[in-house]
Nanobody
Framework: QVQLLESGGGLVQAGGSLRLSCAAS????????MGWYRQAPGKQRELVAG???????DYGDSVKGRFTISRDNAKNTVYLQMNSLKPEDTAVYYC??????????????WGQGTQVTVSS
């Protein structure tokens, strides 16, 4: 009933910028939090940034000062502005959401993942 649709990934040179978008669609009561995780080859999935419905944010240490997460509640969309990109940022980026369904059940959703590649 609920899907997360991502866009904005691609190839960028070191020092460049990308803006990722993730839109939640379908039937749900509310989105309590949304965020981004990433996973590089051979590494564990790690938190990039998260934001609650109240606007509180959290960032992984490696992206603080470079990435900014924001949310448009009217559009049920979360954005990740990535600046000063480094080759180490290369990974598959996954949108994540904590959703309350129409039945009052809290569920966690993952997007399909979008590739971000930063070249030197």
């Amino acid at each position: 009933q609920v899907q997360l649709l991502e866009s904005g990934g691609g190839l960028v040179q070191a020092g460049g910028s990308l803006r990722l978008s993730c839109a939640a669609s379908g039937s749900f009561f509310s989105i309590n939090a949304m965020g981004w995780y990433r996973q590089a080859p051979g590494k564990q999935r790690e938190l990039v940034a998260g934001i609650t419905s109240g606007g509180s944010t959290d960032y992984g240490d490696s992206v603080k000062g470079r990435f900014t997460i924001s949310r448009d509640n009217a559009k049920n969309t979360v954005y990740l502005q990535m600046n000063s990109l480094k080759p180490e940022d290369t990974a598959v980026y996954y949108c994540h959401a904590a959703v309350t369904t129409g039945r009052g059940i809290n569920i966690f959703l993952w997007g399909q993942g979008t590739q971000v590649t930063v070249s030197s």
